[in-house]
């Protein structure tokens, strides 16, 4: 079955120390994205990536980075910098991001806990 | 730059129908997506709009009027399972190509 998986599901960091999220689909598609979402609140961009090795900043890159060194793969690592990093971690892929719909299809989600 | 309003919350009864409003803001526009989320789930695409007028896919129903900014989704004979958070989001045909997501609606069915 094709589809988008994500890993763990549940993370718990100490403060101070980097970590990263694993994100690994099998649709072939080109385009992959990461979103953080807050209790309560909508989805925030934090990185989007239309083809392999090159990726983009969205509204709330910083304490993050990313890589995108095969298609199938978009690994978020969320620094020491991030000040605020508790939150639930969705990654998402679409055909090509430049498609008409640009339908995304998301991951189970990681729910990141900083103690 | 882009933003979304939607209403943060709405309830309604097993069998009714609701909509869902949304307004939004964006330099350049290309099109009005929906999204469901349940509760410590992932979003799922349910509907998208580029032009105006209302597409149905079974009982949900997605409108759009660009000379607006303005669209809505309509869900029709309520279930308990549509009780969820649903989002609208707009991708920019300037720019980026990404989606920017609304704060959500969270939807309560009632028996």
């Known amino acids: 079955d094709g589809g988008i998986t994500q890993s763990p599901k549940y993370l718990f960091r100490k403060e101070g120390q980097n970590v990263t999220l694993s994100c690994e689909q099998n649709?072939?598609?080109?385009?992959m994205y990461w979103y953080r979402q807050d209790p309560g609140q909508g989805l925030r961009l934090i990185y989007y990536s239309q083809i392999v090795n090159d990726f983009q900043k969205g509204d709330i890159a910083e304490g993050y980075s990313v890589s995108r060194e095969k298609k199938e793969s978009f690994p978020l690592t969320v620094t020491s910098a991030q000040k605020n990093p508790t939150a639930f971690y969705l990654c998402a892929s679409s055909e090509d991001g430049s498609g008409r719909t640009d339908t995304q299809y998301f991951g189970p989600g990681t729910r990141l806990t900083v103690l | 730059g882009q933003s979304l309003e939607q209403p943060s919350e709405v309830t309604a009864v097993e069998g009714a129908i609701v909509q869902i409003n949304c307004t939004y803001q964006t330099s350049g526009f290309y099109g009005l997506s929906w999204y469901q989320q349940h509760d410590g789930g992932a979003p799922t695409f349910l509907s998208y709009n580029a032009l105006d007028g209302l597409e149905e896919t079974g009982r949900f129903s997605s409108f759009l009027s660009r000379s607006d900014s303005y669209g809505y989704l309509l869900l029709q004979e309520l279930q308990m399972k549509d009780s969820a958070s649903y989002f609208c989001?707009?991708?920019?045909?300037?720019?980026?190509?990404?989606?920017?997501f609304g704060s959500g609606t969270r939807l309560q069915v009632q028996p």
């Open positions: 989001a707009v991708r920019s045909d300037t720019g980026r190509r990404a989606l920017t």
């Open positions: 649709l072939n598609h080109d385009a």
